[in-house]
Nanobody
Framework: QVQLVESGGGLVQAGGSLRLSCAAS????????WGWYRQAPGKPRELLAY????????HYVDSVKGRFTISRDNAKNTVYLQMNSLKPEDTAVYYC??????????WGQGTQVTVSS
């Protein structure tokens, strides 16, 4: 089992920054990659970025490329999402994900990010 706890969400003005954290505990050795997703009201959950457990590969969707950065601190078992130049359309609940194919992924409880215009 792996437990994920997100933190760092909040209210920020457009153009501002936030850093989300995802603290992992449990059998993290089984995790293949770590990701950040978000879900806005009335919309499906979408992948934003992921990083492999080795940290050698990252991927970003176009909507956040150049603004968001995913990173991982193995010593702290924590994954981060640095979000800069935030826009009102970034408002959503942000979720941490731990992928372990072929088994179901683990999810955190989510943290709310609200960007005011």
């Amino acid at each position: 089992q792996v437990q994920l706890v997100e933190s760092g969400g909040g209210l920020v003005q457009a153009g501002g920054s936030l850093r989300l954290s995802c603290a992992a505990s449990g059998s993290t050795f089984s995790i293949n990659a770590w990701g950040w997703y978000r879900q806005a009201p009335g919309k499906p959950r979408e992948l934003l970025a992921y990083i492999t457990s080795s940290g050698t590969t990252t991927h970003y969707v176009d909507s956040v490329k150049g603004r968001f950065t995913i990173s991982r601190d193995n010593a702290k078992n924590t994954v981060y999402l640095q979000m800069n130049s935030l826009k009102p359309e970034d408002t959503a609940v942000y979720y941490c994900n731990a992928d372990r194919p072929p088994f179901p992924a683990y999810w955190g409880q989510g943290t709310q990010v609200t960007v005011s215009s």
